[in-house]
Structures are given as C-alpha cells and as structure tokens.
C-alpha cells in the first residue's frame, strides 16, 4: 500500500496540522489567526480524504470541503454529524493563503480548531468501529 493509499498516513498528516494550530493559537503573539484557520480546514480535509480512501474512493485534488464532505455522505450517512463544522471550515482552504481582506478574529480561529478536532475525532471513531484498528 503506498502512502496515497494508507489512511494511517492521512491521520498523521491531519494531526500535523491539527498540533500546529493549537499550537500556534497557544503559543504565538500576536496570534497568526489566518494561518491557524488554515491548518484547521487542512486537518479536516485530511481526515475526509482519510475516509475516503479508507472506502477505496480516490479522493479528488480538490480544498472543497463541501464537496470532499458530499462524498463522505454518500458512503456514511452518520457523515451528516459533522457536516456543519466541515463547511464552516472551507472558506479558510484558499483565501488565507494570500493577502486579503478577510476579518478572522479570535473566535473564528478557536471555532476553526474546534471544528477541526470535531471532524478528526469523528472519522477516527468510524474508521476505528468499521476497520477495528484504523483511526487509532
């Protein structure tokens, strides 16, 4: 299995950035709220991409979380759980990476974390109940 293919190697990816925003909401002054927004959206793309590839769906080059979260539906209803928090994450996948206009305060970076750990926790649990080890 290569990594593209191993849902271990999406998790540990995910929980790349998933540390890196806590750990720069935590640590860092002034805080770089755009960039822990945007390692929050990775770490939940990662982890619907995780899912996926765990169903032996090739997940498609896209930063869409809408999209990424749609396919996830399709194959596990339960995905309807956490699809308010995945959406609210999309808006930071592109915009954050280049200069912009785009007003994230405190509170938008804590939610962004809290939605990210929401979906990691999530599909770490389905992948976890359906493959009896995967997700750990």
């Known amino acids: 299995?290569?990594?593209?293919?191993?849902?271990?190697?999406?998790?540990?990816?995910?929980?790349?950035?998933?540390?890196?925003?806590?750990?720069?909401?935590?640590?860092?002054?002034?805080?770089?709220l755009e960039i822990v927004c945007f390692h929050s959206q990775q770490a939940a793309e990662k982890m619907l991409?995780?899912?996926?590839?765990s169903r032996d769906v090739e997940p498609p080059k896209t930063h869409d979380l809408q999209v990424l979260c749609d396919m996830c539906l399709e194959l596990e209803?339960?995905?309807?759980?956490?699809?308010?928090?995945?959406?609210?994450?999309?808006?930071?996948?592109?915009?954050?990476?280049?200069?912009?206009?785009?007003?994230?305060?405190?509170?938008?970076a804590e939610k962004a974390i809290e939605c990210a750990d929401a979906v990691m926790s999530f599909v770490k649990a389905v992948l976890r109940e359906e493959t009896g080890g995967a997700g750990s």
């Open 1 to 32: 299995m290569n990594a593209a293919n191993n849902p271990d190697e999406w998790i540990r990816l995910a929980g790349m950035d998933l540390a890196t925003a806590h750990h720069m909401f935590e640590t860092y002054y002034p805080r770089p």
């Open 49 to 53: 991409k995780c899912f996926l590839v």
């Open 77 to 108: 209803a339960r995905f309807d759980k956490i699809y308010t928090e995945s959406v609210s994450l999309a808006r930071y996948g592109v915009i954050p990476r280049c200069p912009a206009e785009f007003g994230i305060i405190e509170d938008d």
